[in-house]
């Protein structure tokens, strides 16, 4: 929603009535699985959820605007400036750190969880709109708990089931529309 307005009212990107039935539905998917979530959560953690989203939104957007810039020097550089900034964070904790083997799979699970995905979707940033790479990125809330649910064999909460199913026809509604045949010419 929010690489959608800003896209639209700030940076000018153009949009289609399409663009805003999809944030519409999407939205409305979100916005059910965050409220059943939130219920009884604090002030403060559904005020860093929203202000989550709303730093996410201006790292796509930013990586939108970086789009001619080599994408795997962009992640390199954005997750290395996120190291230095948690820093003091990590040496000023107390438990144990990491040893042997630990620290080659640490490194692996952070260049194949973290590097290759910020690569591919600052690459994909290069032809297509912000808003739409994010819709798309909305995969996620339907999958984790499909995952989960083969994985583990927890079934979903319905709140869950509802607006992934929303977030799934937003999606659907976009990629999957359907096209008329082009009129025959001549007899």
Known sequence: MWVLLVGVFVLGERVNQ??????????????????????????????????????????????????????AWLAALNLSVTAVCLAPWAFADRTPWPAGIQWPLLLAFGVLQMGLPYVLFARGLRNIP????TAIGMLEPILVPVWVLIAWGERP???????????????????????????????
Do not use: C, K
């Open 18 to 71: 399409r663009d805003w039935t999809q944030l519409a539905i999407v939205s409305l998917g979100v916005g059910i699985i965050v409220a059943y979530e939130s219920r009884g959560a604090s002030l403060n953690a559904v005020l860093l959820a929203l202000a989550s989203g709303v730093t996410y939104a201006g790292v796509v957007l930013s990586l939108r605007t970086l789009r001619g810039l080599d994408s």
């Open 130 to 133: 912000g808003h739409e790479a």
């Open 157 to 187: 909460a319905w709140w869950t089931v509802v607006g992934g199913s929303l977030i799934l026809a937003g999606l659907a509604m976009r990629y999957l529309r359907r096209t008329r045949p082009a009129p025959s010419s001549g007899g």
